[in-house]
């Protein structure tokens, strides 16, 4: 609140330049060490999710950075509030997602007496913030909190953290807003454009793959336009199928985890590979084995926003240092080949990845995931989002899903467990008027389910498919794999889920056979409250395309050999 010389805390002067910046939304878990910055939201146009986990509400901001490309908004307390935080740290600096983290901090005379749940936030964070600052001075409130907006979305995005000491917070002080921030373009050179265009003129067949962050829908659609003009076909890197529509005659497939061979055949048959947006990390380079280190096999064109990881593992036959959105505006000027010489391999591209995806497999136990993934896909209404976490689970989803639109898809590349749920309340704040989906394992459900209790508080109608087959199945997949028989502290005993739901004011189901989801699904909908379905899975059904026995197996048949 203004004073009548227009005086404002130095809590209040944060607030107003959030929103200064365009910030509608924070997530946040309340700590004593913040209590004026509270007292600033109080009567300020910020919508306020107050979660049960700082774990949740940071992966919340990070969700928000995700889809939106404008930084996420975490505010909590000093010491647990800020380690507890780490997640949506961790997840936005693999997935280069604009955040900010808010930190209180122990009063300035204080400092260094390890005083209260005292941390260094600049030693604590160093190695995940893109950035950490800590404000004494409230007259530079306007510059620094500029300064994180610019620094979380330009280049390769990031995240930030900031430290707010006690004291400073509750100081008056009369000071004018920043203007708002406006993201840094990186635009690609014309020269950087010919030598693009003379590669694709003289290639046999070219793969372009697009990943990475610092996209809009826009750009997706002038990449759609460009692929269709080169009949170019057009891979999606790990957890980023949103990019590219998956019923585009263009769309090779998803380069993640249980990859379509074909695909992986055609990208090392490539010629001329135009990596867009992303950096290639372990999961989409296979391993790092998909393309030699530290010079691919193929041209390489590598077009990132941030200079630094140009050259970072790949040797780039042809640098660009571009966001996403810029390089896709540029696209718009290059010409086709008079005769396109891979056209026919770009339509076998496409018809071996909707084979691919098309029918679900056979697995094990009265309920496939592959067939509750092609309901979704075949009767989610369009603009829906679906959030996932990490695990096994996920193979179904990313195989047979289809994602058809920018911002319809949100997991973490970076791998993190319990991403599901707390992304599929921010999308449902951010967007009351879409369904949105949570995917979640019973080992990855519980790691954030907690948040569950902030969907009823918010009327948010998320709807959360938990996938029950009583293991961290992902690392009994691996430990049957390497360590035959010998299961150690993989398996689960797991509550009733659907009783959850019920005990937190939500609706809950459970299924266990295919063809009774489709009802589950729609009485969670007439509901209209927060709901979670139990599914049932059958352990063995671990993969779309194997069984634990199998590879236990193979496995001991192999160290016998
Ligand atoms: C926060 C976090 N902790 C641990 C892991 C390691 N991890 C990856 S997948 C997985 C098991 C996932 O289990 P569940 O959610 O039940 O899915 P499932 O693999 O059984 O389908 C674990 C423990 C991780 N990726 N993230
Ligand atoms: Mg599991």
Known sequence: MHTQDNRRTAAEVLVDQLIAHGARHAFCVPGESYLAVLDAFHDRDLAITVCRQE??????????????????????????GATNASPGLHIARQDSTPMIL??????????????????????????????????????????????????????????????????????????A?????????????????????????????????VGGSRWSQSACAAVAR????????????????????????????????????????????????VAVGGRLGEVPSQSYDLFEIPAPRQSFVHVHPGAEELGRVYHPHLAINASPTAFAAALEGLQPPAEIKWREETQAAHADYLAWSETPTDVPGGLNPGAVMVWLRENLEPGSIVCNGAGNFNTWLHRFYRVRGYGTQLGPAAGSMGYGVPAAIAMQRLYPERRVVALSGDGDFLMHGQEFATAVQFNLPVIVLVCDNGLYGTIRMHQEREFPGRVSATTLRNPDFAAYARAFGGFGATVEHTADFADAFCAAEASGLPSIIHLKVDPEAITPTTTLAKLRAQALAKSKG
């Open 177 to 209: 807003d920043a203007p708002a921030f406006e993201p840094v373009e990186t635009w690609p050179g014309l020269t950087d454009m010919v030598k693009l265009q003379k590669l694709l003129w003289a290639a046999a067949n070219p793969v372009m793959l």
């Open 102 to 175: 808010f930190v209180g901090q122990v009063a300035r005379e204080m400092r260094d007496r390890e005083a209260f749940q005292e941390l260094d936030y600049r030693a604590v964070f160093g190695s995940i913030a893109k950035w950490v600052t800590e404000i004494n001075d409230p007259a530079r409130i306007p510059e620094l909190i500029s300064r994180a907006f610019y620094t979380a979305t330009n280049g390769r995005p990031g995240p930030v953290v900031i430290a707010l000491p006690e004291g400073m917070q509750s100081e008056h002080l009369t000071i």
């Open 226 to 273: 460009f692929a269709e003009r080169f009949a170019l076909p057009v891979a999606t890197t790990f957890r980023r199928a949103h990019l590219f529509d998956a019923l585009h005659p263009c769309y090779a497939g998803d380069l993640g985890l249980g990859v379509n061979p074909k695909l992986l055949a055609r990208i090392k048959a490539a010629d001329v590979i």
């Open 55 to 80: 774990g949740g509400a940071a992966i919340m901001a990070e969700a928000v950075g995700k889809a939106t490309g404008q930084p996420g908004i975490c505010f909590v307390t000093r010491g647990p």
